[in-house]
């Protein structure tokens, strides 16, 4: 990450919280299908991400261990289970299989 | 999001939201989540409140009048007596919401150690930019081969549900320019849903900057351990630590997928990026998978147009309870 990608990324953060707070306000309200989209746009990217990096190999698709590891995270999230228990049990879980494969 | 539409109708007749009892249930709406936005599941843990509660995402019917809060409108918040108020949250919720910002935190700081990024590097990205959701969207696309462009505007899309919950706060955050500035700076999914319960101002004020300092020092305090134990955790893929992301990234916006048209919204947004992969370049089925969230949103508005609702989706007056977006936080 380099200090370009690093004052990108607080431009995107921080500005869109300034834009939120300072020029959008109440201004929102009267525009429900802007304010839907914004709220769902983080959905849409970040569930893509996680279909990237459970099967995606550069442009092509690899099924493997990624894929019981994401598995046991969908389960305990949906467990309600703590951020932590999530990423350590999808760890280990992935961890483990790879030793005995 | 889509109010106007029956089946939110019915998921709000239930709304436990303002239970005095369960001061963190509501704080779920926050959750809808910043991917990064680690405290969002917490906040729902802290309350295991059904995910499937209506209260969980206020955002999603913005013009629905919870049954407990008759006539409430932006404008009449002062004259709601604090007596409807929930209790504010406790020293275990605030410790609850810390802690789940220290693991986020302590995740994305190993992360970027892996990738020999420097302790003052990741510090200061971790202040500034105050969104893991963001830091993991960048390195994410970074990681599947995609171009510094396409990781930044990925970053980008995940952060927009911060304007939404700034919005949101504008109104509600009394104080002089220098709060409301860090306010705003600072505005996570969990500190914007827990404040948005109270209508008391003081008291809305005085949750919203004990949550954000429970986030903050959780968060920061999370950077610094796990900058420090990226290094030696070495072969990052044989321990499985390939998993990290995916498993960080749904864990953040959990909150966010346990709303219908959340889930609606992921479900297509995978199998869309799924069936992408092979034939675009790295980087653009993530962001293609945006659009996504536009189909949704209009889909579900064209159905409820075609159908006869007492609320007209053009008399939406939202009030800006609902926005929660993401659960990652930050």
């Known amino acids: 990450m380099s200090w370009l990608a690093v004052i990108l990324l607080t431009l995107g953060a921080a500005g869109q919280r300034l834009i939120g707070m300072y020029l959008v306000g109440s201004k929102l309200d009267r525009r429900p299908v802007l304010r839907q989209i914004a709220e769902l746009l983080p959905v849409a990217v ?8 459970t099967v995606g190999d550069g442009r092509s698709i690899t099924l493997d261990t990624r894929l019981i590891g994401v598995a046991v995270a969908i389960v305990l999230v949906w467990r309600r289970a703590p951020f932590i228990v999530v990423v350590l049990g999808a760890v280990v879980t992935t961890a483990a299989v790879r030793a005995v494969i | 999001m889509a109010n106007e539409l029956p089946d939110d109708h019915d998921r709000g ?21 910043d991917p ?20 969980l995402d206020p955002a999603d019917r913005p ?13 009449e918040i002062d004259d709601a007596g604090p007596d409807a108020d929930p209790p504010e949250p406790s020293a275990a919720v605030l410790a609850t919401l810390c802690f789940t910002f220290f693991s986020v935190g302590v995740t994305v700081a190993a992360a970027l150690a892996e990738r020999d990024v420097g302790v003052l ?39 927009t549900r911060f304007g939404v919950l700034t919005a949101t706060l504008g109104g509600r955050l009394s104080g002089g320019p220098g709060p409301r500035l860090l306010g705003a700076w600072l505005t996570v999914d969990p500190n914007v849903g ?3 319960q109270y209508r008391d101002r003081a ?12 986030l903050a020092v959780g968060w920061i305090a999370g950077n610094a351990v796990g900058i420090t134990l990226g290094d030696v955790l070495g072969d990052a893929d044989r321990w499985g630590l390939d998993v990290v992301f995916p498993a960080a990234l749904l864990a953040t916006i959990r909150p966010l ?20 992969i092979t034939f675009v370049p790295a980087g653009l089925p993530i962001l293609l998978s945006a659009f996504v969230a536009v189909a949704v949103v209009l889909a579900r508005r064209a159905r409820g147009r075609n159908r006869p609702t007492p609320d007209d989706p053009g008399v939406e007056t939202a009030t800006t309870d609902g926005h929660a977006v993401e659960g990652g936080g930050r």
């Open chain 1, 46 to 53: 970040v569930v893509a991400l996680i279909a990237q990096l």
């Open chain 2, 203 to 214: 008291r809305a004020r005085r949750v919203y900057w004990r949550t954000t300092a429970a």
């Open chain 2, 194 to 196: 827990l404040m948005i």
């Open chain 2, 257 to 276: 997928l346990a709303t219908q048209v959340g889930l609606v919204t992921g479900v297509g947004s995978a199998v869309l990026c799924v069936a992408l």
């Open chain 2, 121 to 159: 590097t990741a510090m200061v990205v971790a202040v500034t930019a105050y969104s893991a959701t963001s830091e993991l969207a960048f390195l994410s696309v970074r990681e599947a081969g995609g171009s510094v462009t396409a990781a930044v505007a990925s970053a980008w899309l995940v952060a």
């Open chain 2, 36 to 55: 990064a936005d680690p405290a969002d599941p917490s906040v729902d843990r802290a309350a295991s409140v059904d995910p499937a509660d209506p209260s």
């Open chain 2, 63 to 75: 013009d629905q009048v919870p049954p407990d809060r008759p006539g409430e409108t932006p404008g």
């Open chain 2, 13 to 33: 007749s239930g709304d436990p939201g303002v239970d005095p009892a369960d001061p963190a249930a509501s704080a779920d709406p926050a959750d809808p989540v």
